[in-house]
């Protein structure tokens, strides 16, 4: 998936039509600033999810101080995710954040599914596209 593959900017009014990295399912996304707090919204059919906005930056420099590829570890809320992964990071006490990016109980996992197609969206990072074990780097 390249940029120019990415439609929409990204608002609530135009959100982007993105793929999770399986390319199996679609979603939509778009930033909320003003939102309390500031949101990365993902719609995905009927159900809503939504993640601190600083996750893009946030999960951006930690790419780029790792500067490899890091594994996505794909996982509900109620799943462990795997040691080293994206997923393992947006759930981390060591993060920015302290913590969960996914705003909402219940459905705050599934971070490795949803923000890195965002980050390839905006040209910050490199997401795999297989139907398995996919990784991100920065770009």
């Given at each position: ?11 609530v009014d135009?959100?982007?039509?993105l793929?999770?990295?399986p ?11 003003e ?20 996750c893009?930056?946030d ?30 990071w947006?759930?981390?006490s ?10 909402k ?35």
């Open positions: 998936m390249t940029r120019d593959d990415i439609e929409g900017i990204g608002t135009d959100p982007w039509q793929t999770t990295p390319g199996r399912s679609g979603f939509e996304a778009w930033r909320e600033p939102g309390d707090p500031a949101a990365l919204v993902v719609q995905v059919g009927k159900t809503q999810l939504r993640y601190h906005l600083s893009i930056e999960l951006h420099a930690m790419l780029v101080e790792d500067g490899d590829w890091v594994p996505l570890g794909n996982a509900d809320e109620q799943k462990t995710a795997a040691e080293g992964t994206v997923e393992a947006g759930r981390s060591d993060n920015p954040v302290g913590g969960w990016y996914g705003l109980k219940g459905l705050r996992g599934r971070f490795a599914n949803y923000v890195p197609p965002v980050l390839e969206a905006l040209g910050l990072a490199e997401v795999e596209h297989n139907a398995r074990n996919n990784r991100m780097r920065a770009l």
